[in-house]
T-cell receptor
């Protein structure tokens, strides 16, 4: 688990501001994912990446942007934060498709 | 795309009893079914998984069964202990469009009463 980290762990921001959440993994995993977790909704996929420079939308991509210039990093940007984006965000990675995903510790984001 | 339904949403048992959580999935092409445990304030962690070529898998007090025909799979926890209290998520792999990812159920909050 120590191989995947997220920063910051807690963030408070205001509506309309741009926010970037960072995810870093040291396993050289090909696949990386961003989820948001809200009460009653479980884990919902925002974006994922199969390799550097390859990203694709998940279930709830609106309002988010991702990039993956290096295999180990997968930042998630909220271009103009809204209150509905208040959530806990988890990054995950796996070396193979259809295999165990390892989750980061999460970032709790509050948008005021 | 894949859709995963999980039941019940909450489950309360007495210590020592068994607990069963059930999930159904919609995509017959799904071939990987993990279960994650999430303690309060922590990250989800894999506790057991099963692939479509296997009907049952056990790991000490935890077992998972898979019925491909009915498209459902279940988590069984025997001799429950207070430390089993957590939220449990099932998931199924989705292979739509050549990209593989997991679709999660909405979770079951398990409470084990001493």
């Amino acid at each position: 688990d120590a191989g995947i980290t997220q920063s910051p762990r807690y963030k408070i921001t205001e509506t309309g501001r741009q926010v970037t959440l960072m995810c870093h993994q040291t396993w050289s995993h090909s696949y990386m994912f961003w989820y948001r977790q809200d009460l009653g909704h479980g884990l919902r996929l925002i974006y994922y990446s199969a390799a550097a420079d390859i990203t694709d939308k998940g279930e709830v991509p609106d309002g988010y942007v991702v990039s993956r210039s290096k295999t180990e990093n997968f930042p998630l940007t909220l271009e103009s934060a809204t209150r509905s984006q208040t959530s806990v965000y988890f990054c995950a990675s796996t070396g193979l498709a259809s295999d165990t995903q390892y989750f980061g510790p999460g970032t709790r984001l509050t948008v005021l | 795309g894949e859709n995963v339904e999980q039941h019940p949403s909450t489950l309360s048992v007495q210590e020592g009893d068994s607990a069963v959580i059930k999930c159904t999935y919609s995509d017959s092409a799904s071939n990987y079914f993990p279960w994650y445990k999430q303690e309060l304030g922590k990250r989800p962690q894999l506790i057991i998984d099963i692939r479509s070529n296997v009907g049952e898998k056990k790991d000490q007090r935890i077992a998972v069964t898979l019925n491909k025909t009915a498209k459902h799979f279940s988590l069984h926890i025997t001799e429950t202990q207070p430390e089993d209290s957590a939220v449990y998520f099932c998931a199924a792999s989705e292979t739509q469009g050549g990209s593989e990812k997991l679709v999660f159920g909405k979770g079951t909050k398990l409470t084990v009463n001493p």
